[in-house]
C-alpha cells in the first residue's frame, strides 16, 4: 500500500510551511533526523484509523475532566485542546534548555529574596526603582524589614520560550505567580500514552513522573526545614469556576496535598488552621494557586472573598511555607528583560544563558520616543502582568493606533517594546491534513533543598490558534501539545525518591481530617442525587400513564392522585392547598418540570456544581457516572421535554445511572465520615420522598378503596416484594408497613431513618447538638402510627381513631409532621458541623504548634 493511501495529510506538509524555524521538517521537506521515527509510525496508521484515535483522546480528556474552568456558564468547561502529534527535542538541545530555564530561575529567586529583604539591586541601580514600586504585583506587606532574611524562595517557576528562525530558543515570559500547565502536561502524557500506545513506547522519551515525586519531596523539604516534623501541606485553590480548577485537583491527588479553599482555612495566634469537622488542624506549607493579592483580604485586597485574613502576617513571620510566597508575581514583568544579563551576574556571578526577547522599557524618554518612531518594528506588550494584553500595531486602524500613541505618551512607564519574534512552527493534525502553527514551549522547575532547580523533561507546548503567540493565556482558543524530550545513555536515569527519614507506619483505620466545607457539599450532593431519583421515579410514573389516558380512566385518576406528591417534591408550585378545581392541571404543567428551567434541571445544575467542588473526593468511576448524568444525559431530558416517550428512555437511563451512583456510593467509598454525609444526605432524601408517596397515595382522607396501592409500591420500587409476600392482596396495612416500616426493606422510611441514626451516632460532634435523639423520635412514632392504622382495612374505612376523627385523615397529618421533623434533622445538622464560628474554640496563649487540635470525636 503507498503512503498516499496510508497517510494522506503527509503529502500536504509542504502547502502548510510558513516563515520561521520548522520543527519537524528540513527545507527539502524531509523529516528531521528526530522526527524520522515517529513520522515512519504514524506512517503506519490509516488515516481512518488516525482520526479514530483523535476522537479517542478527545473523550479520554472529556472523561478525564479535562477542561479550562466554568467561568462561561458551560457545566463542562471549556474544552481542553489537544493535538496528537508531540512536539520532539533532541537531548543535546535539552541540556542548552534545562540549563538556561534552571539559571534564570534562580536568578528571579535571588532577585525576589532582595526585593522583599535588603533590595541592594535597587541600591545599586541596576535597574529602574518603578519596575518595583509600580509594580501592582510587588506587594509591601509582605517585606521583610532590618536583617531578617525573607525566606521568599522562589519554590516552582515557569518559562515560555520560542525558537527564532536561526533556531535558537529564547525566552519570551517569566511565570512567578502561579505557573499554571505542570498538571496539564502531565495529563496530556498520560492521554497520548493511552491513545497511541504503540507509537509511545517505542520512542525514547523521557519521564516526567520523577519531576512531581521531586517537587512533592521539595514541598516536604521546605516545611520540615520550617520546623515542622511531620508537615501537613495543603493546596489553596480559588475554587471550582477557576480556569485551572482540574489542574488543582491533579496536582493535589500527584503529590499527596489536602485541597483547599480560602474558606477552609483561618488564623488563631500565629499557626494557619484548616476546619475540619472533628477542629483545627495546623497547616505547614500552602502550594498557592491563588494570585498573590488575593490572599490576603485583611492587608492585600479587601474585596477579596478567596484568601486568609492575615496570611501575609503569617509569612512575614515565617510560620507557614508558602509556594509560591505572596508577592512573587514581582518578577513576572517583560520590563526586567532588559536588566537580566546584569542581574545575573550581580547575583550569581555567572553570565545569562539563555536571551530574552529583545526587549525596551518605555519609561525611558529616549527608548520612547524610539519606538515611537519606528512603533511597526515592535509588539507592544503591558510592563506588567494583568493590565492588558499584546498589541501588533500592524493590526492597527489608523484611529486605534493614535490612541495607543496617546496611551504611551500619557504613561509611558506602563508599556514596554518587543522585538517582533518570529517563532518556529510545529505540524499539527487539523482532519485529514498536516497543518502548521507557531509554536510556544513551556518548561517547569521547582527548587530542591540546596536552591537548585529541577527541570521538568518536556512540559507542553501551545499552538495559539488567532490572537497572540506571546499571550500566555491558556484559556485563549490554544491547541496544546506533549513534549517529548528525547533520552539518551548519559542524561536518563531511572531513580526514585525516598523520604527523609524513614519509619514504619502505624495501621490506622480512619481516612483523615474533612473540611466541613467538604462535609456541606458531601451532604448536599447527596441529598440532590437522591432528590433526582425521586422526581424521575414521579415523572416516569406519570408519564407512563399519559400514554393512554382519557378522562375518567384509571390512569388519569392516578396522575390526578398523584398531585399532591409533585406538589410535596417541588416539581409543580401551588401557593394553597390543591382544590378540587385544580385538579387535572398536571398533565399540563409536568411536562415544564424537565425543561432546562424546570425544578429538575435546577437539582441538575445544584449537583454538578456541588460535584465541581468535590472532584479531589470523587473516584474516577463517581466523576464519569456523575458527569454524564449532569452533562449529555441531563442535555438529553431537556431536548426531551413535551416528548412523552422519548422522556420515558431518558427517564429509564437516567434512573440507571442514579442507581450506579447509589452503588458506587455504597461499595466504593471507605466507611468514614465523607461517606457517612453523602449517605446521611441520600438517607434523608429518600426518607422525605417515602413520606410524600405514603401522603400521596394513602392519605388525604380517601377510603381504602380508592386508595392508590399500587402506585404507592410502584414509586417505592417495591411491587416485587409485595406480590412475593402477599399475591395479589393489596391492602392500606401492608403496604404502609412495606413503604415506611419494614426494616429490611432498603426503600422503606424507617430503613433510612435507622441508616441516618447510625451516622448520627458516628459523627464527630464538638456542640451540644445531636440530631440522633430527634432522629429516634421520628422512628418510634413511625413505627405506632403504622400500628394505630391497622384499622385501614377493607370495611373498616371509616373507624374512628381514639380520639375520633378518620385514621386516613390522622395518617395524613402524621405524615406531613414526620416531613417537617426531618427537615429540622436537616438544619441540627447544618448547625452542628457546616457552620464554623470564630469564637467556638478559643486558644490561649500557651497554646503550641504540637499541641492536640484535632477533636477527641474523629470518626472519619
Not at 69 to 75: A, L, M
Not at 101 to 115: F, K, N, P, T, Y
Not at 452 to 466: D, E, L
Not at 764 to 788: C, E, F, G, M, W
Amino acid at each position: 500500500m503507498s503512503n498516499q493511501a496510508q497517510l494522506p495529510f503527509i503529502l500536504s506538509t509542504g502547502a502548510a510551511k510558513a516563515t520561521g524555524y520548522d520543527e519537524a521538517f528540513l527545507p527539502d521537506g524531509r523529516p528531521r533526523g528526530h522526527w524520522a521515527a515517529l513520522m515512519a509510525q504514524y506512517q503506519m496508521l490509516s488515516a481512518s484509523g488516525l482520526q479514530e484515535r483523535v476522537e479517542r483522546a478527545r473523550q479520554l480528556a472529556a472523561d478525564a475532566g479535562i477542561s479550562l474552568g466554568y467561568h462561561s456558564g458551560d457545566p463542562a468547561g471549556q474544552e481542553w485542546l489537544f493535538d496528537l502529534l508531540p512536539l520532539i527535542i533532541p537531548a543535546d538541545e535539552w541540556q542548552y534548555i534545562e540549563a538556561a530555564v534552571g539559571q534564570r530561575a534562580r536568578v528571579l529567586s535571588h532577585l525576589l529574596d532582595d526585593l522583599y529583604g535588603p533590595q541592594e539591586t535597587l541600591n545599586q541601580g541596576i535597574f529602574p526603582p518603578y519596575l518595583v514600586f509600580g509594580n501592582p504585583d510587588y506587594l509591601r506587606p509582605v517585606r521583610v524589614a532590618g536583617d531578617k532574611k525573607p525566606g521568599s524562595h522562589l519554590q516552582v517557576y515557569a518559562a515560555d520560550l520560542v525558537r527564532r528562525p536561526d533556531g535558537t530558543w529564547t525566552i519570551v515570559a517569566d511565570r512567578t505567580q502561579v505557573p499554571t500547565g505542570a498538571g496539564f502536561a502531565l495529563a496530556n502524557r498520560r492521554i497520548l500514552a493511552r491513545t497511541l500506545p504503540e507509537v509511545f513506547t517505542n520512542q525514547a522519551v523521557r519521564s516526567c513522573r520523577q519531576f512531581f515525586d521531586g517537587w512533592a519531596a521539595s514541598l516536604r523539604g521546605a516545611a520540615k526545614a520550617n520546623g515542622a516534623n511531620s508537615p501537613r501541606m495543603a493546596l489553596l485553590t480559588p475554587g471550582p469556576f477557576a480556569p485551572g480548577y482540574f489542574e488543582h485537583v491533579y496536582l493535589a491527588r500527584e503529590m499527596d496535598l489536602t485541597l483547599v479553599e480560602g474558606a477552609d482555612l483561618t488564623i488563631r495566634g500565629d499557626r494557619l488552621l484548616l476546619k475540619e469537622l472533628g477542629g483545627l488542624q495546623p497547616i505547614d506549607l500552602l502550594l498557592r494557586r491563588l494570585d498573590g493579592d488575593y490572599c490576603d483580604p485583611l492587608e492585600l485586597r479587601p474585596e477579596s472573598l478567596l484568601g486568609v485574613s492575615g496570611l501575609a502576617q503569617l509569612q512575614r513571620a515565617g510560620r507557614v511555607m508558602m509556594a509560591n510566597p505572596i508577592g512573587s508575581g514581582a518578577v513576572q514583568t517583560p520590563a526586567l528583560f532588559p536588566f537580566l544579563p546584569r542581574l545575573t551576574q550581580e547575583l550569581l556571578d555567572e553570565t545569562q544563558k539563555a536571551a530574552s526577547a529583545e526587549t525596551w522599557w518605555c519609561g525611558q524618554p529616549e527608548i520612547l520616543r524610539q519606538v515611537i518612531e519606528r512603533l511597526d518594528d515592535y509588539i507592544i506588550l503591558p510592563a506588567f502582568y494583568g493590565q492588558g494584553y499584546p498589541v501588533d500595531p500592524l493590526e492597527l486602524s489608523p484611529l486605534n493606533r493614535a490612541a495607543l500613541i496617546d496611551k504611551m505618551r500619557h504613561s509611558p512607564e506602563n508599556y514596554v517594546a518587543q522585538e517582533r519574534l518570529i517563532p518556529s512552527n510545529a505540524p499539527m493534525l487539523s482532519g485529514a491534513s498536516l497543518q502548521s502553527h507557531p509554536v510556544v514551549l513551556r518548561i517547569f522547575a521547582v527548587a530542591d533543598d540546596e536552591g537548585n532547580f529541577q527541570v521538568m523533561p518536556g512540559g507542553f507546548a501551545r499552538m495559539p490558534v488567532g490572537g497572540s503567540p506571546f499571550s500566555g493565556i491558556l484559556a485563549d482558543g490554544s491547541i496544546t501539545k506533549d513534549v517529548w524530550v528525547l533520552s539518551d545513555a548519559e542524561t536518563e536515569t531511572v531513580s526514585y525518591p525516598l523520604p527523609i527519614t524513614i519509619k514504619s507506619v502505624e495501621i490506622v483505620r480512619s481516612t483523615g481530617g474533612l473540611q466541613s466545607r467538604v462535609a456541606d457539599n458531601l451532604f448536599w450532593l447527596g441529598r440532590h442525587m437522591a432528590r433526582i431519583e425521586g422526581s424521575l421515579r414521579l415523572c416516569r410514573t406519570v408519564y407512563s400513564r399519559l400514554l393512554n389516558a382519557t378522562d375518567g380512566s384509571r390512569e388519569m385518576a392516578e396522575i390526578n392522585q398523584l398531585e399532591t406528591a409533585f406538589w410535596r417534591h417541588g416539581l409543580v408550585k401551588w401557593e394553597k392547598k390543591i382544590t378540587p378545581e385544580q385538579r387535572g392541571v398536571l398533565p399540563k404543567t409536568l411536562l415544564t418540570a424537565t425543561s432546562a428551567d424546570g425544578p429538575i434541571s435546577n437539582d441538575f445544575k445544584q449537583a454538578n456544581r456541588l460535584m465541581l467542588g468535590l472532584r479531589d473526593r470523587c473516584s474516577n468511576d463517581m466523576w464519569d457516572i456523575l458527569s454524564h448524568l449532569t452533562g449529555p444525559l441531563h442535555d438529553r431530558l431537556q431536548h426531551a421535554a413535551g416528548d412523552i416517550d422519548l422522556s420515558l428512555s431518558v427517564f429509564d437511563e437516567l434512573l440507571h445511572n442514579t442507581t450506579a451512583f447509589a452503588g458506587l456510593a455504597a461499595e466504593g467509598m471507605v466507611r468514614g465520615t465523607a461517606w457517612r454525609f453523602l449517605d446521611f444526605g441520600r438517607r434523608l432524601e429518600t426518607a422525605l420522598f417515602g413520606l410524600r408517596v405514603a401522603a400521596a397515595c394513602c392519605g388525604t382522607g380517601l377510603e381504602p378503596e380508592r386508595m392508590h396501592l399500587r402506585l404507592a409500591l410502584e414509586l417505592g420500587d417495591a411491587l416485587i416484594t409485595y406480590r412475593s409476600r402477599y399475591l395479589s392482596l393489596v391492602q392500606p396495612r401492608p403496604v404502609l408497613d412495606l413503604i415506611l416500616t419494614d426494616e429490611t426493606n432498603p426503600k422503606a422510611v424507617l430503613f433510612q431513618i435507622e441508616r441516618m441514626i447510625e451516622h448520627a451516632g458516628a459523627f464527630p460532634y464538638r456542640r451540644s447538638i445531636n440530631p440522633a435523639a430527634k432522629l429516634k423520635q421520628i422512628r418510634d412514632d413511625l413505627d405506632q402510627a403504622v400500628t394505630l392504622f391497622a384499622g385501614l382495612e377493607p370495611g373498616n374505612a371509616l373507624s374512628p381513631d381514639p380520639a375520633g376523627g378518620d385514621l386516613s385523615l390522622h395518617l395524613d397529618r402524621f405524615l406531613f409532621e414526620a416531613e417537617r421533623e426531618l427537615h429540622a434533622v436537616a438544619g441540627e445538622l447544618s448547625s452542628a458541623f457546616f457552620l464554623h464560628r470564630e469564637g467556638e474554640r478559643l486558644l490561649d496563649a500557651d497554646w503550641r504548634p504540637d499541641s492536640p487540635v484535632r477533636g477527641e470525636g474523629d470518626q472519619s
